[in-house]
Every structure is written in C-alpha cells, then in structure tokens.
C-alpha cells in the first residue's frame, strides 16, 4: 500500500506558522502590561492621520515636528480633565469626608426612608452589611491606584508608538497592507469601519459623558443637591457604564433627596433625571453621534464589557470594535468565499446541463 507524501513546502509552512504563532504568543504574554498603550498609539494614528497628513504633506511640516505637535495637542486634552479632577473634584470629596455628621445624618434619614417602603425594606441596610459593603470598596484602592499608575505609563507608551508610526506612516500602511489577505474592496471595508468605530468611540463616549455631567449639574444645583459639581461631574463618568450608565448615580441622589424631607424637590429631580439626563443621551447618538459613527447600541454596550475586562480603560473603544469586526468578518468571509461556491455551483450545474443535453443529442 502506498501513502501519498505530504509536500516538504506545506511542512514547511506549517512549521514556520507555527514558530510565528509560538513567539508572538510569548511577545503578546510578557509585554500584555503595555496593551493599552499600543491600542491607544493606534487609536491616536486613526483620529490624527488626516491632520497628520495634511500637515506634512500640504503644509510640508517636518514629520517629527507634526507629530510632536500633535502629541503635544493630545498631552493638553488629557491633561485638562486631570486638572479639573484635582482642583474640583479632591476638595469637593474632601469637604464632604470631614462632615460626618452630615453623612450620618442623611444615612439614618435613608435608612428609614427605606424601611418604610414596602418593597425597599427588602435592602438591607444595617450598619453591619454598610461595613461589608465598605470594606469591599476600599479593598479596590490598592487597584485602582495600581490602574491610575498603569494609565500614566500607557500614556507615554502610546505617544512613544504613535511617534514612530507617523514618522514612517506611508511605509507602514503600505507593509500592513501586503499582511492583509483581502480584496481591495474588502480591505478598504475593514479600514472604513475601524475609523467609524474609533471615531464614534474616541470621540463619542467622551462627548456623551461631558453632557451628560454637564446636565446633572445643572439639575444637581437647580434642586438643591450638596456638592452639585461633584456629583455631577461622577454622574458624567457614569455614563461609561454599560447598561445602567446614569443611574447609578442619581437614583441614590433622588432617594436621598426623599428621604432627607425634600419631597418636591426629590420629584422633579427624579423627572429632570429620566427625561433630561437620560433623555440626552437618545438626542445625541441620534444627531452628534449618529454623524461620528452611526452604531448598534447592542454592539456598544456588549463591546463595552468585553473590551473593559480585555483592555482595561481602553476597551471603551476596542471592545466595540471587535464585536464589529466579528461581525464584518463573516460578511467578509461570504463576499471573499460565499462568490467563489456560488459560482462554482452554477458552473457545475451549467456544465450538468450540458451532459444532459448531449446524450439526448440535443444542441
């Protein structure tokens, strides 16, 4: 009995794939602290690469002085909200941290607001599960310590990539082209779809969240809430959250507003909140975010969740995205393959005909 030989070239291949695959697994898994930074470095590449563009090659900057611009440009957009975190935020916290008796006082006004509801006073609210509770919350300081370090160090990564890759832009998307194994038509359905995502993404969540806080504030100061900016600003941040965004945070707000005695006021901030808080948030990705990036919210909100325990921070945006890309993929893969069977059936089936024809000697 004889075996058919397996060709030297396919073994070849299959142990150079193989090779490939091992040593990128051990670069992927030793250097994963620094992830984010390179997803940030492109994400950077696909929001400045017009702009780039436009000023090196119409307004024939240097290449390293348009990119230091524009990493300039980026340091001064991240670095305004850290401002406004230490100058508005910190002492706003620390102010409400030093009036304990305030905070005991709205807490036993809470408690009893609670008890008194024939469906609320299934939350246990005694000082023992509020301990727990505590106790849970601070064990992830050390983490998000660890994570606000992290961010630092990603940040300076990204800008360190994202340098050289606007250096030799031209070159690299050139090189990234030959690797892709698609029709013109296709890659340039993937490239379109990776700047809608990153685009709506990058510059869609952030404007979401600013209005969004900058609603609640205005809500927060006009119903009486203490430390309106505060809470404003952390009712902004919500909004990042999947599926219960905003409401994380000013329903605790609107429970305490009744159960401190300020009933009207609890009821129109309760309505401010449902129409206006969240009603933004459908205004805008029907007008602002629609023009972005039009986007399946399934998409985001699932996409938000995979990417945040994938990335980290940066998952916002490339969590979406690879839900996309799953997605395109298989469209991908029935236009590049799906043509191919359709055709090759209809050629079998024509050529069937064909026989067929023949042996009842017809023409």
Known sequence: MSYKKIDDNILRQIVLILLIGIIGFMIFFNLRYFTPGVLGAITLYILFRNTYFRLTEKRRWKKSLASIFLMVVTLIVIALPLWLIIEVMIPQISSLLANKQIIIEKYNAVKAFIAS????????????????????????????????????????????I???????????????????????????????ETKMMVRSNALGIPILALCQGLVAVLGYWIFGVDNFVMWGLITGAASMVPAVGTMIVWIPICIVQF?????????????????????????????????????????????????????????????????SYFILLIQVYRIEFGRRSEARAARTEMEEHQAEAKEKGLP
């Open 117 to 160: 509801k024939p469906v609320l006073n299934r939350i246990n609210l005694s000082e023992e599960a509020v301990m727990r509770t505590l106790g849970k919350i601070t064990a992830y300081f050390p983490g998000i310590l660890n994570s606000v370090a992290e961010i630092f160090v990603n940040i300076f990564t990204a800008l360190f």
């Open 162 to 192: 994202l340098y050289f890759m606007q250096v030799n832009s031209r070159g690299m998307e050139k090189r990234v082209r030959l690797f892709i194994p698609f029709s013109d038509e296709n890659t340039h359905t993937l490239w379109e």
């Open 259 to 323: 159960a401190t005695g300020h009933i009207a006021n609890g009821i129109w901030l309760t309505l401010y909140c449902l129409v206006v808080v969240g009603g933004i948030d459908n205004v805008l990705r029907f007008t602002i975010l629609k023009k972005i990036g039009d986007i399946h919210p399934l998409i985001t909100v699932f996409g938000v969740i995979l990417g945040l325990k994938l990335f980290g921070i940066m998952g916002l945006i490339f969590g979406p995205l690879f839900m």
